[in-house]
């Protein structure tokens, strides 16, 4: 496999991620309240931090292979 082609599914996967923790922790609480969910808000807000890192280094990273050719 493509090794840009991995680094764009794995940022796909951090968002998926994001995501995923953002509907657990509005469903939970909903259920029991928002004392219990914050380590889900968290790692939602992480999630979505590590889609940007990772989105800006590859950006850069390609900027900079054009560069070079």
């Given at each position: 496999?493509?090794?840009?082609?991995?680094?764009?599914?794995?940022?796909?996967?951090?968002?998926?991620?994001?995501?995923?923790?953002?509907?657990?922790?509005?469903?939970?609480?909903?259920?029991?309240?928002a004392?219990?969910?914050?380590?889900?808000?968290?790692?939602?807000?992480?999630?979505?931090?590590?889609?940007?890192?990772?989105?800006?280094?590859?950006?850069?990273?390609?900027k900079?292979?054009?560069n070079?050719?």
């Amino acid at each position: 496999m493509n090794k840009r082609i991995f680094i764009i599914i794995i940022e796909y996967a951090w968002i998926a991620m994001g995501l995923f923790c953002l509907i657990i922790a509005i469903r939970y609480t909903n259920k029991v309240g928002a004392d219990n969910v914050w380590l889900m808000y968290l790692l939602a807000v992480i999630s979505f931090g590590m889609f940007v890192v990772r989105r800006m280094q590859r950006k850069n990273a390609e900027k900079r292979n054009r560069n070079i050719s």
